[in-house]
């Protein structure tokens, strides 16, 4: 099962004739979802994607939003991973599912590229993903050639 | 004019502290301070934005970001200088965590400077803060060993020298720190006695 977050307008999110499976759920702007629900469904999920606009090299504000709702993700309590403190993960799917980091921009340079990759990897270790993906395109038309990605 | 942008979630519990250290160090110079929520009164911001000579943002970092609140905002601005405002003031910045490491602010304080770029506003200087959850580490006596609390907070001789750089608006390098004196497996021990004695506590309510 995949999980899908994306800040992409009802019109365009449907026009990316995107492939699912019966099971995946779709996060998307405007839609209603409880935190508690995100957690849940990002704690279990295979693939977790996330197709945000590239704001100043990081997601945008609803990509950010969704991960703040996160939060029950996470225990309170910390450990020490790769040398730096970081909070528990108490999710089942830890070290198990994949994480895609999907942003457009028409304008995005290669300064934002770098650190939006570096805020990926960041917070693929954070969650504990099994390895991330990070695609970069210019249009969300191009949002298109995902779908080789997603499994 | 120092507008004082304060960008912590609820949670923070001593938010208060960002705008105190600024404000001893700034006696004469106005010092607006304006709580990034749902009912900011954006003309009202934009009247400061121009005004300024300081813009300070004090915010929590949440998987290496501001809150989303705070980027809205940031692009609203991004968006009132392509309408035509025009901000002269440098841009300061407080970034805190409550992991043990100050650096874990550095992806969102990059964040903020892409953002300086893009609204054509010069950047002053960074202070990033890790270990921000002091009443853990209080409350366990590892911090302050000394009587006189306030003196030994980490965090303010960073925050009057972060203060200085704006009341002078100079621009200087950012600066990462963690709680002085105290390990990183100390700080995580006690972080989740805390955490810990307070879910007992919960429970114990409930």
Known sequence: MKVIVHDLGQASWQKLGMRFHERDIVIGNGMECAGGDIGKAIGSCRQLVLISRCVYGGFSPFIQEVLEKCRNVFAPSMELRHGQTHYVVKNQNKNLFGLVCCFYGEDITPGEEQLARIQSVSDGISLQARGVKIVFYDTPDKLRQLNSVLV | MILF???DSSSVSDAGIWIKSIREYVEKEELISVKIGEDVDWNRVCRFLEDAQAIVLAADVYMDSVSPRVLDLLERIEQAVIGGESI?????????TDLYEGEQTSIAMAVLKNFCEHANITWGRGLGIGGNNLKAALQ????????DREKTDFRLPFLHEHAL????????TDVYICPDGVSRGQYIRQNNRQNKKNNRVKVAEY
Do not use: N
């Open chain 2, 140 to 147: 366990g006596g590892i911090l302050w060993k000394r009587p």
């Open chain 2, 88 to 96: 002269s003031a440098k841009f300061y910045a407080i970034l805190h």
């Open chain 2, 165 to 172: 750089f704006i009341r002078e608006k100079m621009q200087g």
């Open chain 2, 5 to 7: 942008f304060d960008g």
